[in-house]
């Protein structure tokens, strides 16, 4: 069973930064992050190999970093120049012959 911990999430104001960190049970090739603003689908926001390979949503691209410790099976997402509209549950993400998801992690963005 795969287990995903976050941490990280909070409240911050426009234009400020937060990185989050997600701890998985396992070490796992593909892990990432995905959020979901209220009354809004799940979105992927970024993914991550273990050999180092990213992708990231658009809107995401040079504001959003994923990076990971394979040693201490840990992703993290350093967000700069939030906006309002970051704001969301973020989950970690990791994939070993399914899905799993963590628990979800608040950032709100406040104006």
């Known amino acids: 069973q795969v287990q995903l911990v976050e941490s990280g999430g909070g409240l911050v104001q426009a234009g400020g930064s937060l990185r989050l960190s997600c701890a998985a049970s396992?070490?796992?090739?593909?892990m990432g992050w995905y959020r979901q603003a209220p009354g809004e689908q799940r979105e992927l926001v970024a993914t991550i190999t273990s050999g180092g390979s990213t992708n990231y949503a658009d809107s995401m691209k040079g504001r959003f970093t994923i990076s990971r410790d394979n040693a201490k099976n840990m992703v993290y997402l350093q967000m700069n120049s939030l906006k309002p509209e970051d704001t969301a549950v973020y989950y970690c993400?990791?994939?070993?012959?399914?899905?799993?998801w963590g628990q979800g992690t608040q950032v709100t963005v406040s104006s």
């Open positions: 396992v070490g796992i090739n593909r």
């Open positions: 993400y990791a994939y070993l012959l399914r899905a799993y």
